[in-house]
């Protein structure tokens, strides 16, 4: 006669207690992002018209930036941050990668990945109306060996050797002028090496607040034709005060100001209130 095994005592209640657990689990929280030129989606195989003061054409080659320290914001003004989920690819500590570029196109030096959110934990309430998030990597971790940090910190695309620390906006497009004009956001004028340590004179920490923010309905958006409506394309370099096409985050450079406005930031680095014309909520 074939015998039946029967399953043990804990065995069993193991079984019944499991979709228990599982029902109790958070879901995960997902913050999204979307690039945009306008209202038009930002991709690498558009051409986007009447872009800036001297309505210049642009073509994308990179957009990536660094945000940190997501917290979501109930209607009773209780704050929650964000718990990240540790990834070990776009995701490390309270600090994620975004990528916009896919790597087709006019973005083909770039990788095909693209990031278009952040995902974590974070108390499930209904009645989240706003968003606070920093751009960049912590001053604490900003000077470190980016060689031997955990991804998404190893991006030796999102490291200045020369500056000794991250870039923690990276944006490169493509005009009729200039066949790479940029904004690269970083701390400014720093000096020292990994041992001795850095000093820099702005660390260009900028904070963005976002009100009628809720994760289950709304998105970031981040508007490539608000970040550059003050500047010019077109703008010839002269080699005196003026070395590169764009923004490398040089205190004297003049391009860097307006820039800086839009991401919350005075000319010499110090924090204010970010515009809607760059970020805002969708």
Same mark, same amino acid.
């Given at each position: 006669?074939?015998?039946?095994?029967?399953?043990?005592?804990?065995?069993?209640?193991?079984?019944?207690?499991?979709?228990?657990?599982?029902?109790?689990?958070?879901?995960?929280?997902?913050?999204?992002?979307?690039?945009?030129?306008?209202?038009?989606?930002?991709?690498?195989?558009?051409?986007? !018209?009447?872009?800036?003061?001297?309505?210049?054409?642009?073509?994308?080659?990179?957009?990536?930036?660094?945000?940190?320290?997501?917290?979501?914001?109930? !209607?009773?003004?209780?704050?929650?941050?964000?718990?990240?989920?540790?990834?070990?690819?776009?995701?490390?500590?309270?600090?994620?990668?975004?990528?916009?570029?896919?790597?087709?196109?006019?973005?083909?030096?770039?990788?095909? !990945?693209?990031?278009?959110?952040?995902?974590?934990?974070?108390?499930?309430?209904?009645?989240?109306?706003?968003?606070?998030?920093?751009?960049?990597?912590?001053?604490?971790?900003?000077?470190?060996?980016?060689?031997?940090?955990?991804?998404?910190?190893?991006?030796?695309?999102?490291?200045?050797?020369?500056?000794?620390?991250?870039?923690?906006?990276?944006?490169?497009?493509?005009?009729?002028?200039?066949?790479?004009?940029?904004?690269?956001?970083?701390?400014?004028?720093?000096?020292?090496?990994?041992?001795?340590?850095?000093?820099?004179?702005?660390?260009?920490?900028?904070?963005?607040?976002?009100?009628?923010?809720?994760?289950?309905?709304?998105?970031?958006?981040?508007?490539?034709?608000?970040?550059?409506?003050?500047?010019?394309?077109?703008?010839?370099?002269?080699?005196?005060t003026d070395y590169i096409a764009g923004c490398m985050s040089g205190?004297?450079?003049?391009?860097?100001?307006?820039?800086y406005e839009k991401v919350g930031l005075a000319a010499d680095g110090?924090?204010?209130?970010?515009?809607?014309?760059?970020?805002?909520?969708?």
């Amino acid at each position: 006669m074939m015998k039946v095994l029967k399953k043990s005592r804990p065995a069993l209640l193991l079984l019944s207690v499991l979709p228990l657990l599982q029902a109790c689990e958070k879901p995960a929280t997902v913050v999204r992002f979307s690039a945009q030129v306008g209202e038009q989606p930002l991709r690498c195989d558009t051409r986007y !018209a009447n872009i800036g003061k001297s309505g210049t054409p642009i073509e994308l080659i990179d957009f990536r930036l660094y945000v940190r320290d997501i917290t979501l914001v109930r !209607a009773n003004g209780e704050k929650h941050p964000l718990i990240l989920e540790q990834d070990g690819t776009w995701q490390v500590d309270s600090i994620a990668l975004l990528d916009f570029a896919d790597g087709t196109g006019t973005c083909e030096a770039g990788s095909p !990945a693209t990031r278009l959110e952040v995902v974590g934990e974070a108390p499930d309430f209904d009645d989240y109306t706003g968003l606070e998030f920093k751009l960049g990597v912590p001053e604490d971790q900003n000077h470190l060996n980016g060689s031997t940090r955990p991804p998404p910190l190893n991006s030796t695309d999102m490291y200045w050797s020369w500056q000794g620390g991250y870039k923690f906006v990276s944006l490169d497009v493509r005009t009729p002028q200039h066949d790479a004009w940029v904004f690269h956001l970083g701390a400014s004028d720093c000096k020292g090496s990994p041992g001795e340590g850095y000093s820099c004179a702005a660390n260009n920490q900028a904070t963005v607040t976002l009100n009628g923010f809720n994760p289950k309905s709304n998105q970031v958006v981040l508007d490539l034709a608000g970040l550059l409506s003050d500047s010019d394309l077109n703008h010839v370099i002269d080699n005196k005060t003026d070395y590169i096409a764009g923004c490398m985050s040089g205190r004297t450079d003049p391009e860097c100001p307006a820039l800086y406005e839009k991401v919350g930031l005075a000319a010499d680095g110090t924090p204010q209130a970010v515009p809607a014309s760059f970020i805002r909520v969708r």
